[in-house]
């Protein structure tokens, strides 16, 4: 009976990812970015001294997509690539205007879409929705530690 549970818990996290994942998709349709590329842009507005391999770890992604996407955001644009004046053969990232634009329209996007996901839970229901999630994010990080003897 708990397996079954359990099994039902796990499926609902799942679709309330997937349906994360369509909400956003469909938000930033018009915005000319990617749901990736928005994200990736955010955490350069967050951490504007980050290299590739840490945006790789922070997206778990691999850093030849995060070179792709880096790519598609310079042709676009967003950002632009200048050698460091230190060493030359580091390209430091910097976001542009247009950029930062991009930046600022995706955190009033994600606020609402924060908003209307989570619309009708009081405080406390979700002050005890974010702590069982820490909890089962810690569980399955301990999990996962684990399997990696």
Not at 28 to 34: A, K, N
Request: hydrophobic share 35%; net charge neutral.
């Amino acid at each position: 009976m708990q397996s079954d549970l359990h099994h039902q818990i796990i499926n609902l996290f799942r679709c309330t990812d997937q349906s994360l994942k369509r909400v956003i998709g469909r938000k930033v349709e018009g915005t000319g970015l990617y749901r990736s590329q928005h994200r990736l842009l955010m955490i350069l507005g967050r951490h504007p001294d980050s290299s590739q391999t840490a945006i790789a770890e922070k997206m778990e992604i691999s850093p030849s997509a995060v070179a792709v996407t880096l790519k598609k955001l310079e042709k676009g644009g967003y950002i632009s690539r200048q050698c460091q004046v230190q060493d030359n053969r580091v390209n430091e990232v910097v976001v542009t205007e247009k950029g930062r634009e991009a930046i600022n329209e995706s955190i009033i996007c994600f606020q609402e879409i924060e908003g209307a996901i989570l619309d009708g839970f009081s405080e406390e229901e979700l002050e005890q929705l974010k702590s069982f999630l820490k909890r089962m994010i810690e569980n399955g990080e301990s999990y996962y530690r684990s399997l990696s003897k």
